[in-house]
């Protein structure tokens, strides 16, 4: 099965940045549609943000609370998916995983997600 690991969370004060990195053991996500979620204490998981695969251009998305602060990407050769999380707000902390996704449904397994908190 594919392994998937989130990197990059931790501790940062409101207003600074984090980038999440995500990797996996296969190279999965460049022809698939690679997502960021995230589930805030007592909250249901929700989708943050996804790029398309590369045959379907690699468009982007982004939820409505997080648009303009952060930005999905990816690295072909490093087989990695980020997310770049600028202007942070306390009520972006989260657990961060990540995923690919196809049809809306997750592909694999959960990770173990990397932990966000955005306190001063």
């Known amino acids: 099965q594919v392994q998937l690991v989130e990197s990059g969370g931790g501790l940062v004060q409101p207003g600074g940045s984090l980038r999440l990195s995500c990797a996996a053991s296969g190279s999965i996500f460049n022809f698939v549609t690679a997502a960021w979620y995230r589930q805030a204490p007592g909250k249901q998981r929700e989708l943050v943000a996804h790029?398309?695969?590369?045959?379907?251009?690699?468009?982007?998305y982004y939820t409505d609370s997080v648009k303009g602060r952060f930005t999905i990407s990816r690295d072909k050769s490093k087989n990695t998916v980020y997310l770049q999380m600028n202007s942070l707000k306390p009520e972006d902390t989260a657990v961060f995983y990540c995923?690919?996704?196809?049809?809306?449904?997750?592909?694999?397994?959960w990770g173990q997600g990397t932990q966000v908190t955005v306190s001063s």
């Open positions: 790029i398309a695969g590369i045959t379907t251009g690699g468009s982007t």
């Open positions: 995923n690919c996704i196809r049809n809306g449904f997750p592909l694999y397994p």
